[in-house]
């Protein structure tokens, strides 16, 4: 079973920047799509940015410019950096897996981590 844990969030001032992180464990040969979605309260779950195995990118519109994600392929570990954020960046951030083979060829449509809070607020 595939198991995903956030790290990095936290509270910042408009401005500023966090790092989050989430690491995949468990039986593990590859991992396709690696990708952060949001929720703030009263909206529905939306994309910030996916990246593939190969290092292709994908950015919601809010974040362009502002947001950078990366991943650790050998590591099954992917980031997002975060810089001047703002105040509606407030939400619930989760890490997201998608395709995700194991050591015996079993595929995990997909996965997702607990959620990591991030609150942008002076």
């Known amino acids: 079973q595939v198991q995903l844990v956030e790290s990095g969030g936290g509270l910042v001032q408009p401005g500023g920047s966090l790092r989050l992180s989430c690491a995949a464990s468990?039986?593990?040969?590859?991992?396709?799509?690696m990708g952060w979605y949001r929720q703030a309260p009263g909206k529905q779950r939306e994309l910030v940015a996916s990246i593939t195995s190969g290092g292709s990118t994908n950015y919601a519109d809010s974040v362009k410019g502002r947001f950078t994600i990366s991943r650790d392929n050998a590591k099954n570990t992917v980031y997002l950096q975060m810089n001047s954020l703002k105040p509606e960046d407030t939400a619930v951030y989760y890490c997201?897996?998608?395709?995700?083979?194991?050591?015996?060829?079993?595929?995990?449509?997909?996965?997702w981590g607990q959620g990591t809070q991030v609150t942008v607020s002076s």
């Open positions: 997201n897996a998608e395709r995700i083979y194991s050591r015996t060829g079993e595929l995990t449509s997909d996965a």
């Open positions: 468990g039986s593990i040969f590859s991992i396709f799509v």
